[in-house]
């Protein structure tokens, strides 16, 4: 069943005011701003995962309960990247394109995911799955109009720092993955 007016003449007329609970839209600001705690919480496990395959692995000599908390690891950071592909569709939907790479980011972020838990050195492949998330999400171009999808909503100032905060872990990030390979 369609909620929007359809014209005689095949137009559809969108509603005038945001819904406040229609959140299948995200714009460019928002999307960065939502991702600020999965970027840092990437970058956290990751750091995490990094010290200890570093350090207990080559010296301790207990690999098989490393690779229980590596395994544990991997599982969240698969939830974070997860929940970054549910934003990243409505970063979709907010450009009105794109949707077929975003689903693609997220299937290679399964197998990565499925592989790390065999093979932990996979578990770096997939930060840079979640930075490209980030980046494919903030390059889609962005639309003020209403769609299909609704209304878009206005960006606060606190959204707008939190965006500028999110790009800013996301370079500190792609230089840290950088230093690691």
Known sequence: MNT?????DGFILY????????????SR????????????????????????????LQYCGISRQIGGAVQVFAIALYGLLHYQSTWLEKRCNDAGKGHYPAIWMFRISIV??????ILP?????????GLLQFVYGMILPSNPLP???GYPKTN?????????????????????LLHWF
């Open 156 to 176: 606060s100032t606190a959204l707008q720092i939190c965006a500028l905060l999110a790009c800013i872990t996301a370079v500190v990030m792609a230089v840290g």
């Open 15 to 26: 509603d005038e005011r945001p819904d406040p609970f229609d959140n299948r839209r995200a």
């Open 121 to 129: 050195v996979f578990t770096l492949p997939m930060v840079a799955g």
């Open 112 to 117: 990565l995911a499925a592989i790390s838990l």
């Open 147 to 149: 769609n299909l999808m």
């Open 29 to 56: 600001t928002r999307f960065a701003a939502v991702n600020l705690p999965i970027l840092l919480g990437i970058s956290a496990v990751s750091a995490l995962l990094l010290w200890l395959s570093q350090s207990c």
């Open 4 to 8: 929007y007016q359809e014209e005689p």
